[in-house]
């Protein structure tokens, strides 16, 4: 079988290698770099592996057999590819909006910061709303226990406004020709919420107006993010349609914000 | 040892060597290293299932010796996990682990209290294993979901019962969401940061190591004080999770440790303070 791909990867010989030709081998870096560590003869390389223009079909063909099913972990392995360090970053910048977060993410959104960030925010709101309702019964001198419907809320509302709400956006806009990102709307939007924590940590305060103060400025903030970066996004669609989405973005993140702060806040 | 009794010689009532036999070199388990030949032959089936062809056993052969959990030189615990096994096989839906086969016919005409009570030990070795991880790490990779489960149903049931009436069936609802769900997540989690761990074995850690807030979770019904319970749910917490991290900090996560290790605390952590506010 002239499958060249393979019989370079399996090629161990440093004496006799069979196919100089390296532009099929490129496209398996690994591969090349065994039979190049173990050749002491000079061969000519291409610039870079992965870099050679060569189309080998046996190649692409072999890649396609050998690709992740979508319902194994590994498939999935890719969008969780983020260090800790990483991770940080872009919670910080999604609280501090300097830069552009996209550049922040460097291309590679990733979905352990939207899943577990929500998360956080759900069971942030449910102990902190308990607390803050074991602090009125105090004050009123009343026996408390706890009420396990806000957790059931906080898990719907937040959930829903993570995921769901950019898959719509991402359909919207994908349906007005903007060429959108699924895994960066859901970034945006998973990232956007870590303001949330912070706020609801300290709008434990039993004083109402510093509590409107900090959610409305928790609101605005992770607005502006939002906004911000998916402006360029939107700008490709037609002028009416972009303000359409648009505001229909700060109309569903006005939303959230008094519901949170409504349900949660208001004792 | 015989090894050349026939088949059929296995099942006839007047084989002499039965017991012995059904050990016999001939059924060497290439994977096995250092488990008495007598005790865990660890075929896949056991030699006394009858062929087709062949007269059943009678239940009545019953002065066989019992050679389950008393021959041999393995560790109580091994010989209860191989024996759990064999609960697991005979029926029971739960998977069990990858322990030595055993073979059902010593099992079978033991009272069912010795049944029970095998694995009642096997769930407490792990349990101690839990509380003072000191002795052999191994005895958790030796999964089963039996004592999750107890550990989710006490905590559920404890929790919902000091739940406001008409929230009860939604406590319990909700601790038996986070405890499963919650572990399997964690679990996936890991594996898709890169990490190296099996998804049984973990599940099974995380649901072990939930045993001190159980404990607490208890000592909080009769207690109502919340100066006794935050420094008792503080500890709970920081036992479970430190027990948890010293047996999944082995599987491969490199800078994302925190990643890996970040979950596990807030699962922890929400059903310490469910038990605090209860």
Redesign the interface.
């Known amino acids: 079988m002239a499958n060249k791909g393979a019989y370079s990867a399996i090629e161990i010989d440093d004496d006799e290698l069979q196919f100089q030709s390296f532009e099929t081998s490129s496209s398996s870096p690994s591969a090349s770099g065994n039979i190049s560590s173990s050749n002491s003869t000079p061969q000519p390389r291409p610039a870079g592996f992965g870099t050679a223009g060569t189309f080998d079909p046996h190649r692409t063909i072999q890649d396609q057999t050998v690709a992740k099913p979508i319902w194994s ?1 590994d498939y ?2 890719k ?2 590819d ?4 990483q ?1 940080m970053e872009r919670c910080m910048a999604s609280i501090i909006p300097k830069d552009n977060f996209l550049n922040v993410m460097g291309g590679s959104p990733d979905l ?1 910061g939207p899943f ?1 960030i929500s ?2 925010v759900v ?1 942030v709101l ?2 902190m709303s ?1 607390i803050i309702d ?1 602090i009125h019964a105090y004050m009123e001198s009343v026996p408390y ?5 806000h ?2 809320f906080a898990f719907a509302t937040i959930y829903t406004y993570a995921f769901m709400i950019p898959a719509m956006i991402w359909g919207a806009t994908k349906y007005f020709g903007c060429q959108p990102d699924l895994l960066e709307m859901l970034a945006l939007y998973g990232y956007g919420l870590t303001v949330w924590v912070p706020v609801a940590f300290l709008s434990v305060a039993p004083w109402n107006l510093l509590r409107w103060i900090l959610i409305l400025a928790g609101g605005a903030s992770s607005g502006v993010f939002l906004v911000r970066n998916m402006y360029p996004v939107l700008q490709r669609a037609e002028a009416q349609t972009s303000k359409a989405i648009l505001i229909l973005v700060v109309g569903l993140h006005v939303i959230l914000t008094l519901i949170l702060k409504y349900k949660f806040f208001s004792l | 040892m015989n090894n050349s009794v026939e088949r059929d010689d296995f099942l006839s009532p007047a084989a002499p060597s039965y017991a012995e036999a059904t050990y016999s070199d001939t059924y060497d388990n290439p994977f096995e290293t250092n488990i008495p030949q007598r005790m865990n032959s660890p075929s896949i089936e056991p030699d006394d299932v009858p062929l087709p062809g062949q007269k059943p056993l009678s239940p009545t052969r019953s002065p066989l010796p019992k050679v389950s959990g008393n021959i041999g030189s393995s560790s109580n615990a091994a010989s209860s996990g191989s024996a759990s096994n064999n609960l697991g096989g005979g029926g029971a839906g739960l998977g069990v682990g990858q322990a030595m086969m055993g073979s059902a016919i010593d099992t079978l005409d033991e009272p069912v209290s010795e049944t029970l009570l095998r694995d009642l030990r096997n769930v407490g070795a792990k349990l101690q294993q839990v509380l003072y991880p000191k002795g052999r790490k191994d005895i958790l990779k030796d999964w089963d979901l039996w004592g999750p489960l107890l550990m989710c149903l006490t905590l559920s049931i404890v929790l919902s019962v000091k739940a406001q009436a008409d929230q009860k069936i939604t406590v319990f609802t909700w601790i038996f969401i986070i405890v499963w769900m919650g572990s399997a997540v964690v679990t996936v989690n890991a594996k898709l940061l890169g990490g190296r761990v099996s998804f049984f074995q973990s599940v099974c850690v995380i649901g072990y190591c939930l045993f001190p807030l159980v404990l607490v979770s208890i000592v909080s019904i009769v207690v109502p004080s919340i100066y006794i319970r935050l420094p008792l749910c503080g500890v709970a917490f920081a036992w479970a999770s430190w027990a948890s991290l010293g047996f999944l900090s082995d599987s491969n996560l490199a800078n994302r440790r925190a990643l890996g290790v970040y979950p596990l605390f807030l699962f922890y952590f929400i059903i310490a303070w469910m038990i605090l506010i209860s």
Do not use: M, P
């Open positions: 972990i999935y392995a969008f969780f983020v260090d800790t360090t991770v352990y577990w998360t956080t069971f449910f102990v308990s074991s226990s706890y009420d396990i419907g957790l059931t």
